[in-house]
């Protein structure tokens, strides 16, 4: 009997990888169709009132338009439940840049043009752009299951608050205490492709071409808003050019790509600009947050508090889950955390890579960096004193924490035994102030449900695998062929993968570190059920052509009995200027905890591109409101800072090999966001060790640390109360 070597584990070039070099990997916008016609938006000149009149003549009457679209004159939708997809149903504006109409011409170029000659007057309301942690109008998410992108009370459907013991009274009593205020920017993400629908009508059916990170889901709630059966609308993307999160949900301008498709009885490409993306497919959301640590005299955490307001939108709700860090992270029996929610006259946040915890673990990790000092211990030493043995709210043990593993080979490979405790102790003959910094990072390992696969047996012998996952640049085709060449005991020039069609079995979305564990569990579960047919009827021999097994993704027996997460430690070194403040980071390096590799070359890829997403936080990402006005200023990568090839150093990314019994039959673990998660906060304990300056906003820019490198003092500028 022949042996088939095992493709999981090895690192098998990208399988989409030729077809992207060569340019022939075809994006949404590029999918070619008959006759086309081009949309070109009308979006909101006001933060919130309402659209008094509109004047479009002179744009109908330019040569080459097609059409005008307003609320005046725009289709009924089947329903209006989600604020968000509603296009054009009102004349209400809940916030500048909402779509308010759109032209159609027969190019691009016309209808941006006619789309300039339309005159609209407003009636306007008074706004509110800004986050104030102290507002009267703040709440509590509660059973805002109705207005959470989630479905439950925060986003990740955790509750809103928590409560173990009593915090104020081990407060009190604590010998070490700390209480701290921090806050993090709405961000942006920025993906390489812009956000693009082409809407195509066939009769009564419709099919999208999109830039989605889960074509399933996004017919799902096209399907519901345009009154469309599941079978009657087809979301077609099997490359999509970047999306960090901001293309799991269906944004508004695919359903007015479909509206106006319908109108002019001609497909319909539309494609946002740059600056449109800033007020049209969401954001990170903005935050303030309150953290008050307790410790006894030999450093062990007697309380932990983590309070925070978060921003979300008036118009619709959404609740990300900052503070949910705090409830499994580090060992303390007395604890406490809540979320109260900020509504602005905003467009509506979404998911940005590591949703929460990438702004909950900024302020944890930097005020266990602060506690660290307080009690007079290494960082690493404090954190690993404060591992926890079970989960610390739920009391259930984890399917895998190897954190302590991760901060010591880390701490080896850092050379951080050579490091000087004290803060301002070095610094070059350039005048530049050397500092180091560490960060513990954890992120949920979760299975969605609603997935399912398809293998099919063709008639060359080789396996068809279709499940309508996506691939956004992570390495999912290549991925998913692995996982389903070594379960069905096969090569991988022996599978062929399908993903990226709604038309294929039901995928969650690529999102929130989730996707290879739950693809991947339905992929094994096809092919176990693939082998055992043909055990059963066909005597275990070569399956016979066109045989074909479909299976749902089995529900987690340990889901309810182990808490699974994934886990890391980030190092950084950083170098300060003492006289113009300049921050540069030439070392990153993490270790991290992630189960099962699938595939070395793209985990490591992930990694790192996670960190430099992470060093961009920490430095750089910055979307700036104005008060006046309410938009986003800075709405190009020409003033929307990111990190650039100039900006990293060395980069460096490891991982503990140990697989993870419970979260999938891959032994898996989720590898998508733990790589951004403790980035930031390692930097800035770095930033803190060079300078003595501890910066608690981000982003860390010279201005927080020019007036204070010699002063040795804390940065707090949210001017914020408690």
């Known amino acids: 009997m022949t042996v088939v070597p095992r493709a999981v584990g090895t690192p098998l070039d990208r399988l989409d990888g030729p077809d992207k070099v060569r340019g022939t990997a075809i994006y949404a916008f590029e999918q070619p169709v008959d006759r086309p016609a081009y949309l070109y938006p009308l979006q909101a000149a006001i933060a919130t009132g309402r659209v008094t009149a509109v004047d479009a003549e002179a744009a109908r009457a330019e040569p080459g338009v097609l059409a005008v679209l307003t609320h005046l004159d725009a289709p009924r939708l089947a329903s209006a439940d989600d604020?968000?997809?509603?296009?054009?149903?009102?004349d209400e504006i809940a916030y500048r840049g909402q779509l308010i109409g759109g032209v159609i011409a027969e190019t691009a170029e016309i209808a941006r043009h006619a789309a300039q000659l339309v005159r609209v007057d407003y009636a306007e309301r008074p706004h509110h752009v800004e986050l104030d942690p102290d507002s009267d109008d703040l709440y509590k998410p509660l059973d805002a299951a109705a207005f959470c992108t989630g479905g439950g009370e925060l986003q990740d459907g955790s509750p809103a608050d928590s409560a173990t013991g009593d915090v104020d009274a081990a407060l009190a009593a604590a010998e070490v205490r700390l209480d701290a205020t921090y806050s993090t920017p709405m961000n942006h993400h920025n993906p390489m492709e812009p956000h693009t629908a082409v809407a195509v009508w066939t009769g009564g059916e419709l099919t999208v071409h999109c830039s989605t990170q889960g074509a399933s889901m996004s017919r799902d709630l096209m399907a519901s808003v345009l009154g469309l059966g599941p079978s009657e609308l087809r979301v077609v993307s099997p490359h999509v050019g970047g999306a960090f999160g901001s293309k799991v949900y269906c944004h508004s301008y695919a359903v007015l790509a479909a509206?106006?498709?319908r109108l002019v009885h001609r497909p319909v490409k539309f494609t946002l600009t740059r600056r449109q993306m800033f007020s049209l497919v969401g954001c990170r959301p903005a935050t303030v947050q309150r953290v008050r640590l307790g410790a006894d005299a030999s450093g062990r955490l007697t309380a932990i508090a983590h309070d925070v307001v978060v921003q979300t939108a008036r118009v619709k709700g959404y609740a990300e889950h900052v503070a949910v860090c705090s409830r499994y992270m580090y060992a303390a029996p007395n604890r406490r955390t809540t979320h109260r929610l900020a509504p602005l006259d905003l467009p509506v946040p979404t998911i940005m890579r590591a949703p929460g915890e990438a702004q909950g673990m900024f302020a944890l990790e930097s005020a266990m960096d602060e506690m660290a000092d307080a009690c007079g211990l290494d960082p690493v030493e404090f954190r690993i004193r404060n591992e926890p043995a079970v989960a610390p709210e739920t009391g259930l043990p984890f399917s895998s924490r190897h954190l302590v593993a991760c901060l010591r080979d880390g701490a080896r490979r850092f050379g951080w035994q050579r490091?000087?405790?004290?803060?301002?102790?070095?610094r070059d003959r350039q005048g530049w102030l050397v500092g180091t910094g560490v960060a513990a990072s954890s992120y949920p390992s979760p299975r969605f449900p609603g997935n399912a696969a398809t293998i099919?047996?063709?008639?060359?012998?080789?396996?068809?695998?279709m499940i309508a996952a996506a691939d956004i640049g992570t390495g999912t085709w290549t991925a998913l062929t692995q996982i389903a060449a070594d379960a069905l005991g096969v090569t991988v020039e022996d599978v062929h993968v399908r993903i990226g069609d709604s038309a294929l079995p039901h995928a969650s979305p690529a999102g929130m570190s989730s996707g290879v564990n739950s693809w991947g569990t339905s992929v094994v579960e096809a092919a176990e059920r693939l082998r055992a047919l043909v055990e059963s009827e066909h005597g275990g021999f070569v399956p016979p052509e066109g045989l074909e097994v479909t299976a749902d993704m089995p529900a987690n027996p340990y889901a309810a009995r182990y808490a699974m997460y994934s886990f890391g430690a980030q190092f950084a070194e950083v170098r300060v200027h003492a006289d113009t403040g300049e921050v540069r980071v030439p070392r990153l390096l993490g270790v991290f905890d992630v189960g099962r590799v699938i595939n070395p070359g793209t985990a490591r890829s992930q990694l790192l591109g996670g960190m430099t997403m992470g060093l961009s936080m920490a430095l750089f990402e910055q979307s700036v409101v104005d008060p006046r006005f309410g938009h986003v200023v800075n709405q190009d990568l020409a003033m929307y800072h990111i990190a650039s090839n100039a900006d990293v150093g060395s980069l460096e990314a490891y991982w503990v090999e140990a697989e993870d019994p419970y979260t999938n039959p891959m032994g898996a673990k989720g590898i998508g966001e733990i790589c951004v998660v403790g980035t930031a906060a390692a930097i800035a304990n770095a930033v803190h060790h060079a300078t003595?300056?501890?910066?608690?906003?981000?982003?860390?820019?010279?201005d927080k640390l020019l007036n204070q490198v010699g002063a040795g003092q804390s940065w707090n500028g949210s001017g914020t109360s408690w």
């Open 83 to 90: 604020a968000e997809l509603a296009v054009l149903q009102t």
């Open 259 to 261: 509206m106006a498709a």
């Open 419 to 426: 490091r000087n405790p004290n803060s301002r102790s070095r």
């Open 456 to 465: 099919r047996v063709g008639p060359d012998g080789r396996y068809t695998v």
């Open 692 to 702: 003595g300056v501890r910066v608690r906003d981000l982003p860390i820019t010279l």
